[in-house]
DNA sequence: GTATAATCGAGACGGTACGTCAGGTCTTACG
DNA sequence: CGTAAGACCTGACGTACCGTCTCGATTATAC
């Protein structure tokens, strides 16, 4: 939607996004949200301030984009079978939540820690353009993943009146719980047991209709 | 677990912990975390900064004292019929959320913002003794919830072979999950459906064994 | 000076300069030197900042091409009536100044101040090459006014032992004393009072010639 | 004037206005007012830049202070040998403008500026209040000097029907003028001749032994 | 009572980062 | 070439807030 006419002026420089994205992101990881500053960030990218900050207004602005650039690309397919393509996206999703848990925390350190994932959610709190952004982004990933979950119903692996997107959530939710609130670990025997708890009731049951 | 000896010079004034909670509360549901100065806070309760630390090392532990307070009383109760006893409690649970959600949000805005709440998560991960404090808060509910559920289990209301603990982070999770990420609405539809899903596998099957 | 061998390319807009210079005197007058930004000048004059900086290296540059400008046409005339020409003179002068001395003020603002003037002189000393110029076009003018004396003394309406250079500056120098640094007014009382200070002394004694 | 009261809070640290007047006045002679910059002079002064700015709110009400240091004891005594007695003040005058005039300019440069002298004339131009201060200053030091002509005046040594103030600034406004717009050097023999110029109509010319 | 000790109010202080501004340079596309 | 447009770099500015420190004034217990 930029669509900025016919290109006046000088055209800004793509790679200079680049290089502060992944200086964001480095920083980010290593040091976490709040030592993160954009001074530095814009001294690593080797790029003056201004320049940063007409891309991004706001250091929130600049995070969410740097992690929602590290959510973007996550494969799904469907293999037909259910539990083991369910398995694979929850492990992906666990993965992403896990390294963002342990991001500037010293090596080693306990990381019963929500880390970057609740900074950012809290960016997302402050700032309602941001807000709208990172569900977007949710938003499109989850949707691929509830396809899944759909795509099982119509060849009748899951029941007919499942409210999937619910189903989602019960799947989902528990591993943001963890990471933002208790803190316990999101492992794959944790993975397991929430797979098995979400279609136990979920698989069509032959003799009795509900 | 103060314990300070045999109390010499003079005592501290109990009124002023009051003052200083009450003072950082109003602020923090009506302007949110980050316009929450603490300068302002001791000005309010009419403090001195000097007092508020001594109580509170941290813009980060006050808030999270403000929160614990506000999420201590949680009267559950145990009437035998586990689905109207879960729904009770989820209810209160959604409320408190839904309370901070709102907190620093223009009056109507829409509020599919995390507010205090990721904040707070944040606060949780920056500071490790605040992250074992609110766990502790956490976890002390949370165990009356799943004992609910575990005498459930007992008399034969849920199957025996159930994971209590993941049962309810599938109940709970959700909840937070929205709240936090993807910023629907949690209101008492969407806990039935949730309880629903949740229940569905977890009730004895006399007949079929799954 | 320019010199630009045979003329390739295209040629410059000369009616650039004039819009520049309108739009930074505009600007100079209304809002002072430190309010006058080459961006707004640029933008005013229709004019990109490349076109602004070809002609002129720097906003000082501009701004004292600007001064020059307004500076330039003091026409002297010499009509035999030393203290008539020496009036009409100072009057010239001390307009040119109390218009500076104005500029950027907001209206009705007590115009102690010395403004632009001010500027023009801090400019001249940041750039030597500004300072030979600026003192160019005074030296100039003051020429002309120098010439008077002399022609006064040499008709013998003034002592011949007269350092008139001096004089001059006794003539002219209290008002930029006095925009500069008191701030008090430079009105036409004050420069008779002026003028009769320095012809005091400076007229031929009769009885005894020095 | 500041009357706080019985001294409420922790008192200002007196040394610390000493520390940085001092780094100001050392950086400002060295570079000049346009290298000058905040952080370093807190840097130097070994304060942080908040402490600073409690007490000069901005760049320029802080060298003006500076200036208004070094221009501030200038001893001035009535010998009764009033060319004696101006001399001496011009001089004092002269060596002081000369000295900032000479201000960040590289070792040897020709000093036809106005350095520091013109940046403070422009600051007081840019800011109402340090008009009013700079001016207060100077009126101080003129007092005395007008106080010794008009001493001489009531001693029969100058005529009585002089404007003492028009006097002065026929004395002093030529050497602002030199260092401020001219550039000319502002020597003693220069001094000397503005001195005899001012006072060759203003001795008493009963027999006027010149 | 009088020393001792801790609390409280007030506000200065050091520090860190923020986001902004303006000056000047560079890179496009177009005449 | 010159011009328009606008991205870019540089450097500094002034601000905000945190958490610490230094006062003087209280208010308790201990001797």
Redesign the interface.
Known sequence: MPERGPSRGRPRDIDVDRRILIAARDLLLVNG??ALSIDEVADRAGVAKTTLYRRWPTKDHLIVAVVALMQDDVPILDTGDIRADLTDYLRQVADGLNTMRRAGLPEG??D????V???V??A???H?DL?TLI?AV??RR?AMAIGLLASAVRRGALRTDL?VA??F??L???????I????EPVDHP?LD??I????????P????P?
Chains 1, 2, 3, 4 share one sequence.
């Open positions: 949200y709040a350190a306990d019963r820690s929500a880390g994932v609740a900074e959610a809290a997302a709190a402050r309602a807000g569900r949710f938003a989850n409210d619910v189903l959530d019960q989902v939710g528990p591993l943001y719980y963890r933002l609130v208790t803190g944790y047991l929430i098995d708890g979400a279609l136990r009731g979920a698989r049951s032959h003799a009795h509900a």
